[in-house]
């Protein structure tokens, strides 16, 4: 499997700052930085251990959290869609609440999402589709997956906005395409939002949310149990 150096070597990448051999960013923008490579790891291999078909990401920045997944899919012969409106680098900002609603096609992470999929054979694995959540969520759901009402998601990734309303917004959005079974990972929220996104996890879903990875070998990645 590859490693970070290999993602380097592409000449797309560097080591964000402070977070050598651990964290990417695109060469010539600081945002957004991507899952760490314990992260990345832990991630495709729940894909494939829970022989996960159905997935489902908001947001991925510039393709790594997908890259993760869709090693996973792959094996399985499953796919993602991962939803993301390509601002943060343009904003330089982890926190894209106030900004206009707008994506951004010529993003450098759309590129790099694109460059990914094809490099590493992911066609009609990863799917990248350009909007925002909640707003776009019925509708790039739809487009990729049959009968999504009644054949839920089996894996679901979210780190889209910092900020506690819009992480409400992305799991209220998602909780009629998931079951008791589904997967799911939340980034970056330990110690700033945690209490509140277990508080909603437990009383819409009857789950609790368990840090599984916690700094320096990730950004806090938990999961629902």
Same mark, same amino acid.
């Given at each position: 499997?590859?490693?970070?150096?290999?993602?380097?070597?592409?000449?797309?990448?560097?080591?964000?700052?402070?977070?050598?051999?651990?964290?990417?960013?695109?060469?010539?923008?600081?945002?957004?930085?991507?899952?760490?490579?314990?992260?990345?790891?832990?991630?495709?291999?729940?894909?494939?251990?829970?022989?996960?078909?159905?997935?489902?990401?908001?947001?991925?920045?510039?393709?790594?959290?997908?890259?993760?997944?869709?090693?996973?899919?792959?094996?399985?012969?499953?796919?993602?869609?991962?939803?993301?409106?390509?601002?943060?680098?343009?904003?330089?900002?982890?926190?894209?609440?106030?900004?206009?609603?707008?994506?951004?096609?010529?993003?450098?992470?759309?590129?790099?999402?694109?460059?990914? &999929?094809? *490099? $590493?054979?992911?066609? #009609?694995?990863?799917?990248?589709?350009?909007?925002?959540? /909640?707003?776009?969520? =019925?509708? +790039?759901?739809?487009?990729?997956?049959?009968?999504?009402?009644?054949?839920?998601?089996?894996?679901?990734?979210?780190?889209?906005?910092?900020?506690?309303?819009?992480?409400?917004?992305?799991?209220?959005? &998602?909780? *009629? $395409?998931?079951?008791? #079974?589904?997967?799911?990972?939340?980034?970056?929220?330990? /110690?700033?939002?945690? =209490?509140? +996104?277990?508080?909603?996890?437990?009383?819409?879903?009857?789950?609790?949310?368990?840090?599984?990875?916690?700094?320096?070998?990730?950004?806090?990645?938990?999961?629902?149990?």
């Amino acid at each position: 499997m590859i490693t970070y150096d290999d993602l380097i070597l592409t000449g797309r990448y560097s080591f964000a700052e402070g977070e050598q051999n651990k964290a990417l960013c695109l060469k010539n923008n600081k945002l957004p930085i991507s899952i760490k490579f314990k992260e990345f790891n832990y991630i495709m291999d729940a894909v494939i251990g829970g022989k996960c078909t159905r997935g489902y990401e908001i947001a991925t920045g510039f393709g790594i959290s997908s890259l993760a997944a869709g090693f996973g899919f792959k094996k399985t012969g499953g796919k993602l869609v991962t939803l993301d409106c390509y601002v943060e680098e343009k904003f330089g900002s982890h926190n894209c609440k106030t900004l206009e609603r707008v994506v951004n096609i010529n993003a450098e992470g759309y590129k790099s999402i694109e460059f990914l &999929i094809k *490099k $590493y054979e992911l066609e #009609n694995i990863v799917i990248p589709k350009l909007g925002w959540s /909640p707003e776009d969520v =019925d509708r +790039v759901l739809a487009e990729e997956f049959d009968d999504i009402q009644n054949n839920k998601l089996d894996y679901v990734f979210i780190d889209g906005e910092h900020n506690i309303e819009s992480i409400e917004k992305d799991i209220l959005s &998602i909780v *009629k $395409y998931i079951n008791k #079974n589904t997967i799911m990972f939340f980034h970056d929220m330990f /110690p700033f939002f945690i =209490d509140e +996104v277990d508080a909603l996890i437990n009383k819409v879903l009857n789950r609790r949310i368990k840090i599984v990875i916690l700094p320096p070998d990730g950004f806090s990645l938990a999961t629902a149990e």
